[in-house]
């Protein structure tokens, strides 16, 4: 967190007589913009499984937790939105990034569907806060796709307008 | 002039465009890593028993059976050949005896990748064949010829279905 505090002013004159004496002291605080994400996990692993028994695979952890803090003007809206850099890729081997999906808890936070050509809302907030929710991934399996260890990386972003 | 104005507006649209796209601002950005482990995988499944009912050769030379599901599924590489193949375990039905021979079974396959045949005990027949990972599904409609050189008895056969690759 990044605090400046600005000491403007400070009149102090000797009194001239005695008695009651008085100074004034301005206390100036600029505080800028300041936004953070931060995850109880950076990694989610989607372990191999049948599609006939796991047609969709839960991610490990089952649930991410988040924790999104924001300190921006009054009324402003947050927003927490998540975008992959590509598609799940093994080698030259490639699965849509949207087979990836998310559940949500905690206020503000809904679930979505990951996607490599847009950003895909996280969660959303009005004003400065911390906000904590949790995701919980899943990956849908399929007979059909090659096997291999596929990654993708997603970027969370926190934006205000 | 009218082109001068149409230039104008479309410039102004552009503007607003590109005003509400910078409007957004980024404050923070965290990245996460997500792996998916997929593996080979196949699985069969074939409908069944078949039971061919005893029938006057006469009223009809051949005997069909009502369809049966075959499912194969395998999660294997893009480049992959897959073959699903028949095999019988006698040569004849009556076997010892020689008067029903399985060549005289035959069948007839719906499903893209599955293919009609006829039976042998001396190597393996193709039913289906594809490249890479997929679910497949097709039906068999198996015939068998009747004729009045059949032995009399209840006489059967297994078949052996195998999904592989070469």
Known sequence: MICSGILIAVALVQPPTTGPQSATATLSVNLASLARVAFVSTTVAFPNADPDTVPKVAGVPASVGITAKARTTRNTQITLTVQSTDDLRSGVTVLPASLVTWTATGAGFVAGTLSRSSAQLVGSWTGSGVRSGSQSFFFENSWTHPPGTYTITLVYTISAP | ?166
């Open chain 2, 1 to 166: 002039m009218k082109k001068a104005v149409w230039s104008a507006a479309a410039a102004a649209a552009i503007l607003m465009c590109s005003t509400s796209a910078q409007a957004q601002t980024t404050l923070a950005t965290q990245n996460v890593t997500a792996t998916v482990t997929v593996t080979n995988l196949a699985r069969l499944t074939v409908g069944g028993p078949l039971s061919f009912p005893d029938t006057d050769p006469d009223s009809a030379t051949s005997i069909t059976v009502p369809a049966i599901n075959v499912s194969a599924k395998a999660r294997v590489a893009a480049s992959a050949n897959i073959l699903l193949t028949v095999i019988s375990d006698k040569s004849h039905f009556d076997a010892p005896g020689t008067t029903i021979p399985v060549s005289g079974l035959t069948w007839t396959a719906t499903g893209s990748a599955f293919i009609n045949g006829t039976m042998s005990s001396a190597g393996a027949q193709t039913v289906a064949s594809w490249t890479g990972p997929a679910n497949q599904t097709g039906t068999q409609t198996y015939t068998l010829a009747n004729l009045w050189s059949y032995a009399p008895g209840a006489h059967s056969v297994t078949l052996t279905y195998t999904l592989s690759t070469p």
